[in-house]
């Protein structure tokens, strides 16, 4: 499988995943220091270096508490003379980016690259956030890459692009270049051994403040001209030739779709297809912009291509007609495909597009106007599903629904948005419930509670966590222990005696923590102990100060492959008819999908190939219907 | 198949089903057969039990999403979600789909609400009527039943991808599908794989040929 191809010393070709890609581009560039926090489109990227670790053994990795922390340690490696890389999600790059514009100023010594990943249409994020601006904004270079080869030998380019102008590189994505899977052509691995610098032989200064950032600043100019300079040759700044005057420029996965979008059309436009998006190769592009007399910008998102080529063409060809997001032909939401391309060219062409896609869709919305909706959902054997339960329970058992305020975070859990529960008032990012909530303790009479899951509370939860107890807030915390960063792929975080490939890590005592810091109480839950929750729940929503429940129990799916591991058996549950009254109270406030109704006598099944055993549905039903009856290995 | 053409399968399923190694599975076959490949797949959050797809593109592809009515197959492992991404199937294009259904919440939510008992989950039937106003090739397989005749329950993701080298124009030989197929799945399951393989193969021959 793939993961044998990233270790490959020949030089043949391989069917990768461009996340698997970059990290051999990262491989064949000889990088000693890797260190990330998982997140959707980018986690395969940390989840194959910390499989093929023991494999090289000559590179060192943190799976990092947050991604500020992981570009401060592969630029702390970089300092010290080290290739080093992390990749993060958009929005990490808020996370990280306090550092980044300083580390812009200070520059960097070996080479160091970081991927971001944009997300449009939001598959697995809370915005549809552009992070181009950030390469322009904090005067980091920006390469695009549009397919798996060029995730590879862009990674490889980025590194000597860094180590020459002593520069952190942003490589960007979108989702649907990190989870494209293509045929690439492998470069040759020559790996050496892991081996410490002396900081006297390599040190420089690297800090920026008052009259040094000032100084650092005008000399960041002139790094950024030279780098412009450079990208003028770049190769991965291209024309592809064509005939007539009407132009193309695009990059990233846009430029797959257009080159599909133009075959289908069969015509042949001039395209520029940039693969540097910071600085931009001026030259180059005022030369193309110069042959044409109108210009398409294809890309999705913000129009930062369409802005910046505008001021462009006031020096180079100050009549051309710039068509894009501005003049309606393409939208600044969600991602394109071939047909919104191929209609958008087909339009200002005046051509028919090679299907009538609109029927299509218009066909296919019709034949699916029976098809029930298929949302996210807690897994069968989640332990999310128990905790969220027996909440509502004590809230009921409290009369208090109408009288509480839900600030929800971001995890598996932020599903608790979503029917059955629909707790949430807030969700925004990355520990923010705490810090919502300490406004809304001062502003609100209700109860104040706010859950974050065990990665997150390390992640960016702990200063909000700080900051109510040292202001006496009234505040119900709920920490989701489940072992693991559960939502980006079961990885190890802080709470795991674990980091990467296994190897041995600490794990932080959560509820020491919590004690140290003064937390009022700190009580552990059980979710599968469903009912048993209840009271210490309803204890703490009626105390006064900082009181924090700990639902602990392992994510199922992390939970489910340590006894696999293990050799141990998974009993699915069966639903006892003779017992079970038709209550539903195991569907109604339940969503498992391990459950239905069987048509014939209308009770509860259990499907027995997806239910976990948990048996949180017993701890729902009134009559304790579901039992374990036999024992069946999976 | 000819030079310059792009033979487009789209995959889907329910998350937890297997579409990632089935995916593995024809990518390997097609890459040693000397096809080019290109994907555009569905990774993001790990939840199980959501709705999956995986854009599989033969030839000369240049994007990774194959466009509306393009699809010169579908290869579902769940029939609701077949109709889900209907909109992808060219007209007359091959539909290979497992009978399976898993009931979605919502759909037990209505059953569970409706104090009469009349609702009911929608059925293979239900979805097939609809799936035959695209294209009259849809090949509906009793996957687990195949399986457990192959002597596995597990190995219905074999039995459809026996069945694609079934239709005339599918452009990766048998052998090195079945050959991929064998060199990824576990090693103690090869032979009901093997049988699994077969299976699908010779019943999709007999209902396209029928």
Known sequence: MTVEDVKRTDTGNALLLANEAVVRGALEANVKVVAFYPGSPTSEILDTFSEVIDHFGDYKMHISSNEKVALETVAGASMAGLRSFTSMKSVGMNVASDSMFSIGYTGLNAGCVCLIADDPHAHSSQSEQDGRYFGEAAYVPMLEPSTAQEALDMTKWAFEVSEKHKTLVILRTTTRVNHQRGVVKLGRLDRTPFKKNRWQDIKGPYYTVGEVARALKAKLLQKIDAIRADFEESDFNFIVPGSGTVGILTAGVSYDHTREAMRNLRVKLPMFKLGTVFPFPEKKLGEFLRTISTLIVVEELAPYLETRIAALAHTYNPSLKILGKKSGHFSEMLEYNVPIVETALARVLGKKPSMDYDAILKKAEELKDMLPERPPIFCPGCPHRGTLWAFRQALQQLRIQNKIVFNNDIGCYSMAFLPPNEFSDSMLAMGSSLGISAGMEMALEDKVIAMVGDSTLYHAALPGVVNLIHHNANVTLFVLDNAVTAMTGQQYNPNSPYNAGGHEARKINMEKMFDALGADSVTIIDPYETRDCIAPIKKAMEADGFNVIISRRDCALYGDRLKRDAGEIIVPSENMKDICRSIYACIRDFYCPAIAIDEKDHKMIIQQELCDGCLECRQACPVNAPKHVKVKGR | ?210
């Open chain 2, 1 to 210: 198949m000819k030079k310059g053409e792009t033979y487009n399968i789209l995959f889907c399923g329910v998350g937890g089903q297997g579409l990632m190694l089935l995916s593995a599975i024809l990518g390997k076959a097609g890459l040693d057969s000397g096809f080019n490949i290109m994907t555009g797949e569905q990774h993001g959050l790990s939840q199980r039990h959501g709705s999956i797809y995986v854009h599989f593109r033969i030839g000369a592809p240049l994007s990774p999403l194959i466009p509306y009515g393009k699809a010169d197959m579908m290869l579902s492992m769940e029939a609701t979600e077949t109709l889900r991404y209907i909109e992808y199937l060219k007209k007359d294009g091959i539909i290979i789909t497992s009978n399976r259904i898993m009931p979605t919440v919502i759909e037990t939510k209505k059953l569970a609400s409706d104090k009469e008992k009349k609702t009911k989950y929608l059925t293979v039937g239900q979805i097939t009527e609809r799936l035959k106003q695209v294209t009259s090739k849809v090949v509906v397989l009793d996957s687990l039943n195949l399986a457990l005749q192959a002597g596995n329950p597990r190995t219905e993701n074999s039995v459809l991808v026996g069945a694609t080298v079934a239709c005339a124009d599918f452009p990766i030989p048998k052998e090195e599908v079945k050959k991929a197929v064998l060199a990824l799945v576990p090693p103690k399951t090869i032979e009901a794989n093997s049988r699994a393989f077969d299976l699908g193969c010779s019943i999709c021959a007999d209902c396209l040929g029928g």
